[in-house]
Nanobody, 115 residues
Framework: QVQLVESGGGLVQPGGSLRLSCTTSLDVLNIYVLGWYRQAPGKQRELVATIKSGGSTKYGDSAKGRFAIYIDKSNKAVLLQMNNLEPEETDIYSC?????????WGRGTQVTVSS
């Protein structure tokens, strides 16, 4: 069973930064494609970023140049560094682990961007 536990969300001012963490197992980090997605109430889930065990990354258009996804094996986590956040990015951010047709989700962490 794949377990994904997100943390690091909270309230941040516009232009501020947050780092989200998704803790899992080393097996998951080595085998699955890890990702971050976000979703606001009433809206479709949106890709933020994904990363493969070899290090190749993919970003959603709004995340390019401001966000960075990376794997921290010492802490068994996939991290998402978010910079220059905007109020429109207030969402629930969820961690995913994909392998073929299998997709697993964490419970999500709330990020609120507001002054």
């Amino acid at each position: 069973q794949v377990q994904l536990v997100e943390s690091g969300g909270g309230l941040v001012q516009p232009g501020g930064s947050l780092r989200l963490s998704c803790t899992t197992s080393l097996d998951v980090l080595n085998i699955y494609v890890l990702g971050w997605y976000r979703q606001a109430p009433g809206k479709q889930r949106e890709l933020v970023a994904t990363i493969k065990s070899g290090g190749s990354t993919k970003y959603g258009d709004s995340a390019k140049g401001r966000f960075a996804i990376y794997i921290d094996k010492s802490n068994k986590a996939v991290l998402l560094q978010m910079n220059n956040l905007e109020p429109e990015e207030t969402d629930i951010y969820s961690c995913s682990a994909d392998r073929g047709m299998e997709r697993n989700w964490g419970r999500g962490t709330q990020v609120t961007v507001s002054s």
